[in-house]
C-alpha cells in the first residue's frame, strides 16, 4: 500500500487532504488508492493482460 501512496504523492501530486474533519480524512486516502487500482485494473483490460477465466482451465 505504501507504493500507492508514493505514487499517489508523486505522480498525481496529492500531497494534502482535501477535505475536513476527522472521519473525511480517514476516507480519502481509501478513496483514492481505489481510484487507482481501479485506473490500474483499466490499463490491464486495455493490454489485454487481465487474465480472468470463467471456468478452471484443464490441466493435462
Do not use: H, S
Amino acid at each position: 500500500m505504501e507504493g500507492t501512496f508514493g505514487i499517489l504523492k508523486e505522480d498525481y501530486q496529492l500531497k494534502k487532504f482535501r477535505t475536513r474533519g476527522t472521519g473525511n480524512v480517514q476516507n480519502e486516502p481509501l478513496i483514492l488508492a481505489f481510484g487507482y487500482n481501479l485506473n490500474k485494473i483499466y490499463k490491464k483490460i486495455q493490454a489485454n493482460r487481465l487474465y480472468l477465466y470463467y471456468r478452471p482451465l484443464k490441466t493435462a
